[in-house]
């Protein structure tokens, strides 16, 4: 082969092109990865005691545990809910007036889990899309809307007295533009223990280092049955498998494909130091409901907080004596979640996209890795 010929590219270094790589490693395959930084979405502060992006790995994330040093667990017990102008905790009257329908939620969050970890066992052979078509429940939870299938399953007021917060503040998104396998998917860690964690950047760098080409793709063309990529830094790279691991917004300009993403969503983040006002002390993190434009407050174990909004200038003072920002992240998009809009695998021939398009959340994402090495390796059964 030519020189910056190879048989596989992979364009991204989030976790859904390290899943690919993991195993295209494992398997002594001839591929390099193409990325600016390693990680994507999941970032750190500088004093790399603070998660920017993914925040939490939940005990089900099977193929990302390694990748993660496992912190304090988050507990719901531990949470502030605020809803208008009221606050209260998970032991409110609320829980106790509609444990019926609490109970209701939890069967239906084992059901929805046992079929999801079966979809997570076969989507690493078989496709996304025909793992989801082939079980019947979860087809038909991903093209239904959360909130119709909350009001069907009557348990509408446990999920708007609590889950509609916990998924506004991880989403960013209110529970009526999801569809029902999103609502239920992060509403798992009510039943699922959920971690904070750091993640393991310099093993991952050092594990990809031969690999790893740092600069951007600016261009995909298609000659000669090859993929030939321009790069930032004026490189001309081909290959004849492309994996194109990127975030939704950005694979759908480099390939242009027509398919439309699933609705964006967006926040800001303020990583800051500061006295919090006795309102939002009461507890580790506070929550918010889908109305307001707070998403959420998280108090961090080095004593700094990480605070969620919709707005850009939020009122600062409204929470904090003597604060300073140490960093002011616009989250634009965080990540496309909206909607049941399905993206293809296959975008031409020896064309593969992963990543969140469908699915969002990291060990989702990882598994789509894995998957998109199977088809370079002629391992999959679809
Ligand atoms: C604020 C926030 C909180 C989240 N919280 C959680 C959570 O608690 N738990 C959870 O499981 N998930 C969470 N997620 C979702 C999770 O982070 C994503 O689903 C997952 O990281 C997606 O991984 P990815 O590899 O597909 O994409 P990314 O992580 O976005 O990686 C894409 C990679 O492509 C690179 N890239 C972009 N453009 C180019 C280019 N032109 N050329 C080359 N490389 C390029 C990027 O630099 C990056 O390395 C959160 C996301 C956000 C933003």
Not at 207 to 228: G, P
Request: hydrophobic share 35%; glycine share 4%; net charge positive.
């Amino acid at each position: 082969m030519a020189a910056d010929t190879y048989k596989t590219i992979i364009i991204g270094a989030g976790i859904s092109g390290i899943g690919c790589a993991h195993k295209l490693l494992e398997n002594k395959q001839d591929f390099k990865i193409i990325s600016p930084d390693v990680g994507g979405r999941i970032i750190e502060s500088d004093s790399k005691t603070v998660e920017y992006g993914a925040y939490y790995v939940m005990d089900i994330y099977h193929n990302t545990a390694s990748f993660v040093k496992i912190g304090e667990r988050i507990k719901p017990t531990k949470l502030i809910f605020h809803k208008s102008n009221h606050s209260y905790t998970l032991f409110d009257k609320k829980l106790f007036t509609h444990l019926p329908q609490l109970i209701r939620l939890i069967l239906i969050l084992y059901k929805f889990k046992r079929h999801y970890e079966k979809f997570k066992k076969r989507s690493v052979t078989e496709s996304q899309i025909n793992c989801l078509k082939k079980d019947k429940y979860l087809w038909k939870l991903y093209h239904s809307n959360a909130h119709t299938f909350v009001e069907k399953s009557n348990i509408k007021e446990i999920v708007y007295s609590y889950m509609a917060e916990v998924i506004h503040g991880t989403t960013f998104t209110p529970i009526k533009d999801l569809n029902a396998f999103t609502f239920l998917h992060f509403s798992l860690p009510l039943i699922v223990p959920v971690y904070e964690f750091i993640f393991k950047k310099e093993e991952v760098v050092r594990y990809l280092k031969s690999h790893l080409i740092q600069d951007e793709v600016t261009k995909i063309d298609f000659k000669n049955q090859q993929y030939c990529l321009i790069t930032k830094k004026s490189k001309r790279l081909f290959c004849d498998n492309l994996v194109v691991a990127t975030p939704p917004h950005i694979s759908k300009k480099l390939l242009k494909f027509k398919q439309p993403l699933r609705k964006p969503a967006k926040a800001n983040m303020l990583h800051l130091i500061g006295e919090i006002k006795s309102d939002w002390n009461q507890s580790d993190g506070n929550l918010f409901d889908d109305k307001n434009r707070m998403l959420a407050i998280a108090h961090q174990r080095d004593n700094s907080y990480l605070f969620y909004t919709k707005d850009a200038k939020p009122d600062l003072n409204k929470y904090f004596y003597n604060f300073k920002i140490i960093k002011h992240k616009h989250w634009n998009p965080a990540f496309n979640i909206g909607g049941d809009n399905i993206i293809d695998f296959i975008q031409g021939k020896n064309l593969f996209v992963i990543g969140d398009n469908n699915i969002c959340g990291l060990e989702d994402s990882y598994i789509y890795g894995m998957y998109a090495a199977n088809k370079v390796l002629g391992r999959t059964i679809d």
